[in-house]
């Protein structure tokens, strides 16, 4: 393939070949909104009754395909079964220990329906049922994947609590929906690792006073000695002598705007956002995009990396591929466990098709050093895909070169929890690419770039991503908050979303995604809020105050540091340093611990008794002060600065 130089940089054209069979075509871009998504959803998505309407737009609520029914459990699963597709492999399961491991095993479509099924009559034992929420706090085992499918059947709605968090963030979350039913395993396995699961829950839901939850559902991963209380039932006793015939456990016909589920993530201040996702529309915008972004045919095999606990894992892992009867693989291990081939294996073993996962994953691999894919056979690899955070020139062509084989197309995704599926990204066969950019809008999609006026801006000035236009997947608001909902996306402007990211066009009308606006940092993709860190470091009785920002870092993207000044005469000592990640592991999860802790007598204040945020951003990346003058004590910055130093 050619490259071209370009003042950004290379530039790589699309392949002709690729050009004349993929399924997206140039056409779309230009078509009417509407129009577009209409014809995906008919083309895409099983409706049990037609919808009336497409759009109904009342700002900043949209409602999309008024009037339809559908079920996300049946075009996900049953109807590929009727269509003659059940002996299709839904998933490869690779364990944790790798694709050689003897419990790998596949999935089919007809399998996968049977365990859903018996799953969600169990569930309805327990009373699970049309509106009756549940929470799920599992690794990436099948179960987790059946789990959601068994409440979508039912019309339950899930929330999914990433495995790593902490059985605090279970409680918070289970208890704002009123879950009644959590679902979990006994422990967790990743990385040869075994880890609480289930008792982490148990301390979260008893730590939080009263909750909600009136039954824990546990899977069997590692068959581990774990405590069941009265409240607990093992997976296997609840399902025990269920039907796994469809027709015990028929498909609730929901409609288009009922909840699917709900996912909560970190915004800039206060308490984890609610982010309500509904059905016709969603299923629509995941499908969609899953087909056109990674060019899926029928013999594809797609895996994406990610993890069910965010909504990559959500729109990518269980309802997108899973809508478009995909053949997937699903992996419960972490990149360089057992070995740092182990990836590579599985995409020699399974003729992975289509690889999706993120910058800090193939930052790792490319530490290592490209002889682990070069030891395999990856000539499988047709698209290769990248989310969740801005990727590195160096790194995408380091993907491309060693992973996709000098040719395979990236798709660097730009979408976010709140928006549901990908909004902005390069198109298979038709864009022109250029590392480390998302580049253009899908089609349906109307970005803009503003400055804090309004303005439209042009080309190179940098200024606030917005979007004029609703559509599929969009959030429906904050659960039970529509006033946040209203201020956080919908006031800067009131005639669009507020996305939080900066951005810009650059010459050839590409955007050029910038990084968070706000107080959201982005450590490994894992998307945090400064506010729930420092929130969670003053819970130490030793900190009188703290105050989190982010630095630039060569394998996590972004890396946490605290600054915290101590009560009374307490000094910092590295026992205390380690307290304090324990703190901030105890209270959210591991992936929050902060890098770095920088203790200080205060922090810099000025005058009136803020916080200078922007001069300890300046100060965790290690850049140039400016002006320190309006400080009530330029000294504490002095002390700082030498512990960063040292
Ligand atoms: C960032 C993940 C640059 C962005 C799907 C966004 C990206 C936030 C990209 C959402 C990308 C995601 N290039 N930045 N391709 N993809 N981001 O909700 O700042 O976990 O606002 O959703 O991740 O993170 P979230």
Redesign the pocket.
């Known amino acids: 393939m050619s490259e071209q130089g370009s003042s950004q940089g290379k530039t790589y054209p699309p392949d002709p070949e690729l050009s004349k069979t993929a399924n997206v075509r140039p056409e779309m871009k230009d078509q009417d909104l509407e129009e577009f998504w209409d014809s995906q959803a008919k083309e895409r998505i099983s409706w049990f009754e037609p919808y009336d309407t497409v759009l109904d737009w009342q700002l900043p609520y949209a409602k999309w395909f008024v009037g339809g029914k559908l079920n996300a459990c049946y075009n996900a699963v049953d109807r590929h079964v009727e269509n003659g597709q059940g002996d299709k492999v839904a998933l490869h399961v690779v364990p944790d220990d790798g694709p050689d491991s003897a419990d790998a095993h596949d999935i089919t479509f007809a399998q996968l329906q049977e365990q859903v099924v018996r799953f969600a009559n169990g569930l309805k034992k327990l009373g699970v049922g049309k509106g009756v929420p549940v929470g799920i706090y599992m690794q990436m085992i099948p179960e987790a994947v059946v789990a959601m499918l068994a409440c979508a059947r039912l019309g339950a709605p899930h929330t999914v609590v990433f495995g790593g968090f902490s059985g605090k963030a279970v409680a918070e979350r289970c208890n704002d929906l009123e879950c009644k039913v959590l679902i979990t395993q006994d422990e967790a396995l990743r990385g040869g690792k075994t880890a609480a699961q289930k008792t982490n829950a148990d301390e979260g839901l008893d730590g939080a006073g009263s909750t909600t939850v009136e039954k824990i559902v546990v899977v069997k991963r590692t068959g581990g000695d774990i405590p069941m209380n009265d409240r607990d039932v093992y997976l296997d006793d609840l399902v025990d002598g269920e039907s796994s015939d469809a027709e015990s456990c028929p498909c609730e016909p929901m409609e288009s705007e009922d909840l699917l589920f709900l996912l909560y993530?970190s915004g800039s201040t206060g308490k984890p956002k609610g982010v309500v996702h509904t059905t016709g529309g969603y299923l629509t915008g995941v499908a969609t995009t899953h087909n056109l972004v990674f060019d899926v045919k029928d013999d594809s095999v797609y895996w994406c990396a990610a993890d069910i606990g965010?909504?990559?894992g959500h729109s990518y892992i269980t309802y997108g591929p899973l809508v478009n009867g995909v053949t997937s693989v699903l992996y419960e291990g972490v990149p360089g466990y057992p070995n740092k081939e182990v990836w590579w294996k599985i995409v020699e073993k399974y003729n992975v098709s289509i690889l999706y996962t993120s910058p800090t994953a193939i930052r790792s691999h490319m530490k290592w050093g490209e002889q682990h894919a070069q030891a395999h056979d990856l000539s499988s690899i047709k698209i290769l895909g990248?989310?969740?955070?801005?990727?590195n020139p160096e790194v995408w062509e380091w993907y491309r070169k060693h992973v996709g084989g000098d040719k395979a197309p990236i798709m660097?995704?730009?979408?976010?929890?709140?928006t549901g599926h990908i909004l902005i990204t390069p198109l298979p066969g038709i864009t022109t690419m250029k590392p480390g950019s998302?580049q253009q809008p899908f089609p349906g999609v109307r970005p803009e770039i503003r400055d804090d006026e309004g303005n439209v801006l042009g080309v190179e000035q940098t200024g606030n991503l917005v979007l004029t236009a609703p559509w599929p997947g969009m959030m429906r608001g904050l659960y039970k908050d529509d006033q946040r909902f209203r201020d956080t996306y919908w006031s800067k402007y009131s005639d669009a979303y507020f996305?939080?990211?900066g951005a810009k066009y650059d010459e050839d009308g590409d955007i050029m995604?910038m990084?968070?606006l706000d107080d959201v940092v982005?450590v490994s993709g894992h998307?945090l809020s400064t506010f729930e860190i420092e929130s969670a470091l003053v819970e130490h009785g030793d900190v009188a105050e703290a105050a989190v920002a982010a630095r630039k870092d060569p394998d996590t993207g972004q890396a946490i540091v605290a600054f915290v000044s101590l009560t009374g005469d307490k000094t910092g000592t590295e026992e205390l340093e380690q307290a304090l990640r324990e703190q901030v592991a105890q209270s959210i999860g591991k992936l929050a611990r902060p890098a770095t802790v920088i203790f200080a007598n205060d922090l810099p204040k000025t005058r009136s008794g803020k916080i200078m945020r922007r001069l300890l951003k300046n100060l965790a990346e290690g850049e140039e002060l400016g002006d320190t003058s309006t400080l009530v004590d330029p000294s504490v910055v002095d002390e700082m600065k030498k512990q960063i130093q040292g």
Do not use: K
């Open positions: 993530t965010w909504i990559t990248s989310v969740g955070e801005p990727i660097d995704t730009w979408w976010q929890t709140e998302a996305a939080g990211d995604l990084g968070r982005n998307r």
